[in-house]
């Protein structure tokens, strides 16, 4: 069977082509027409040629988008390829073959297909619309499409349906009827059934999205209540704060913000395990929200600390009120499991306008009469004074051992490998830094990440560690180990910088590596300052190479219908919901959303913190891509990476 190809140009240089070959007026031929977009225009008047000069042959187009079968594809090109066969039988079976193919598909898809006519109204459905809509047949043949779409959403579907009958493919989202009333949300496509250059019906097909709307709903959830205690977080505490401090400011009223710390908490974790801990945690909410009254609200602010807001105060004595009621409250035990809890809070608090007229002055203020407060035992209570700034001189000599730290090459990184799921091979690393500090020993970044952040240290240390990343790549290739990628954290002040993307690649173009082992990643809050720019930042950093994570997802993105918009490689899954993953927990309902939703959006998921084999097993069972945490490996300084590698490489 000769096949011939030939990239129209003109109709000239077709016929040419036709006279070479010798096809023209010759019998038994299949010619199929591959379009790019821009070139679809082309393709009326190609047909008409065709059929004058090949009048007994079989024509069919397809019109591609960026890829053909695995192909870029020129959206301007046009290739023309002419089947020649040696009898009927041969020339048709292949009809035949795609016929019996695109009936099975029709049959056994899992989505809804329908064929509609030019006016709209159903000819054909699969069977996929009785299991999931519950119509039989004659229920739906004859009616029109749009008496199952809902109210608010039959213009959209009028508007895609008639872009069809222009010959356009289009897919969009709309709510479908069942049979017992119900609104079932599904994506659309409605695809064009040309036939001989005119459009004749309308093919759809629509996959159910009701399991990604409630993955979208638990998500977005996330972004302002606590998932154990069903308070407001920390972002819905700084943005209720920064409205109360403005209408207070506008109507020239009072309010306090109180930080409140359950005494050696960490205690009872260590001791009893945090399943136990999570148990009296909810009870010590249910007794501070006993006390509360009116106005004044709760929240989680992170981990055993939570945070007050007090608006319209009329005089200091409403705030001992609360104060003394929420002591009164933990004079007698938390009972659980017949075991008797000794529990005390210390309380810190900052009044508006006296200790500060903005949302973030107050937080820092309640927090540092929270700090004092701690230093009195507990049980304590501390109003915040001006004099207090003098507990933080250690702090000062801490900043400036931080100031000399890159100079006199305190830094060092360590690696925590990211363990294939499927594979359990190291896919790649992240990069975390260490302070060897010359009194205190390797201090963690949690100690002075925040300060240098604060001092404006955290873009040169930032930086410090993209480049000692990209030597450690080199030297790790010139030392024979198989290339893979290493994550760097981005700051939000490195993030938001306008020469960020430029500085990262004048940092890789000088070390020599391939940009595509660098992963840069950026938490959901930075993108949240800015999410247009952080769109386009991300794109950048695409383009020279890079790729990009979202780090610690979940933990209250506001804006999730942005996320689609992100051009991001990979999601990583924050530890908090790792820690008390159980196959009934809330925690596994919402990993198992996160990862859901990453499939739908085609990206890979990192769970970070994995400590058990429990933890491990789950993910796997929810479709995680990689890991990275104490099960498999600690953070390792570059030598003990190595020989991490090399054991992995080699198990004994």
């Not at 096949?3 to 000239?12: C, G």
């Not at 029709?106 to 996929?128: H, Q, V, W």
């Not at 505490?237 to 409140?260: D, P």
Request: aromatic letters at 10%; a neutral charge.
């Amino acid at each position: 069977m000769p096949i011939f190809q030939h990239h129209y140009i003109d109709d000239l240089t077709f016929k040419r082509f036709l006279e070479t070959h010798q096809l023209e007026g010759t019998e038994l031929l299949i010619v199929q027409l591959i379009a790019g977009e821009k070139a679809k225009a082309n393709l009326t008047d190609l047909k008409k040629l065709i059929k004058t000069t090949l009048p007994g042959a079989l024509l069919s187009e397809v019109i591609v988008d960026q890829g053909f079968l695995g192909q870029k594809w020129n959206p301007k090109d046009l290739w023309i390829v002419i089947s020649q066969y040696e009898n009927e039988n041969e020339r048709i079976a292949p009809f035949k073959y795609v016929n019996a193919s695109y009936q099975a598909l029709f049959r056994e898809s899992p989505n809804l297909i329908y064929i509609m006519d030019k006016g709209g109204r159903i000819s054909t459905c699969n069977p996929a619309v009785s299991s999931q809509l519950g119509y039989s047949e004659s229920d739906v043949i004859g009616k029109p499409g749009i008496h199952f779409v809902k109210n608010t959403d039959r213009m959209s579907a009028r508007r895609h349906f008639l872009w069809a009958l222009n010959g356009e493919t289009r897919t969009f989202f709309i709510e479908i009827r069942d049979c017992n009333g119900r609104y079932i949300p599904y994506q659309i496509t409605n695809i064009p059934i040309v036939v001989d250059g005119e459009v004749i019906g309308i093919q759809s097909i629509g996959v159910n999205q009701a399991a990604q709307k409630e993955a979208k709903t638990t998500i977005e959830r996330l972004a302002y209540y606590d998932p154990l205690t069903g308070l407001g977080n920390r972002h819905l505490f700084e943005k209720s704060l920064k409205n109360l401090t403005e209408h207070a400011q506008k109507h020239g009223e009072r309010l306090a913000v109180i930080f409140l710390d359950i005494d050696r908490f960490k205690n009872i974790n260590d001791t009893e395990g945090h399943y136990v801990g999570d148990h009296i945690l909810k009870r010590v909410v249910q007794r501070i929200q006993g006390q509360l009254y009116g106005k004044q609200m709760l929240y989680r602010f992170e981990g055993d600390k939570f945070s007050i807001l007090i608006p319209q105060i009329k005089s200091k004595r409403t705030i001992n009120a609360l104060i003394d009621r929420i002591r009164e409250a933990f004079r007698e035990p938390i009972i659980y499991k017949e075991k008797e809890y000794f529990l005390s809070v210390s309380m810190g608090v900052s009044l508006f306008p006296n200790n500060g007229t903005n949302d973030e002055t107050l937080m820092k203020n309640a927090d540092i009469a929270l700090y004092v407060a701690k230093l009195g035992g507990d049980n304590s209570v501390v109003y915040y004074q001006q004099e207090m700034n003098a507990s933080f001189y250690n702090r000062i000599e801490f900043e400036a051992y931080l100031r000399k730290a890159l100079g006199k090459n305190e830094f060092e990184l360590y690696y925590q490998p990211q363990i294939c799921l499927k594979t359990e091979s190291i896919i790649g690393c992240e990069a975390l830094i260490r302070w060897n500090h010359p009194k205190m020993g390797i201090v963690s970044p949690a100690q002075f990440i925040p300060l240098a952040e604060e001092i404006g240290l955290i873009e040169d240390i930032g930086f410090w560690v993209l480049r000692k990343a990209c030597q450690q790549i080199k030297a790790w290739q010139r030392k024979g180990f198989s290339p893979f990628p290493v994550s760097v954290n981005v700051s939000v002040r490195q993030f938001l910088k306008k020469n960020f993307v430029n500085q990262v690649k004048k940092i890789i173009d000088s070390e020599g590596i391939d940009p595509k082992y660098i992963h840069l990643e950026i938490t959901e809050s930075t993108t949240l300052r800015d999410i247009q720019y952080s769109i386009e930042l991300v794109h950048e950093l695409k383009q020279i190479g890079v790729c990009v994570s979202l780090d610690d997802f979940g933990t209250g993105y506001s804006a999730l219908n942005y996320l689609k918009d992100f051009s991001i490689d990979i999601l990583k899954i924050d530890r908090s919901f790792i820690n008390n993953l159980s196959p009934d927990s809330q925690d596994g309902a919402i990993v198992k959303a996160i990862i859901m939703m990453s499939q739908g959006l085609s990206l890979r998921t990192v769970a970070e913190g994995v400590e058990t084999k429990q933890q491990l097993n789950l993910l796997k069972e929810y479709g995680c891509h990689a890991v990275q945490g104490y099960y498999y490996s600690k953070p390792l300084p570059s030598r003990e990476f190595e020989n991490y590698i090399k054991k992995m490489a080699n198990p004994a």
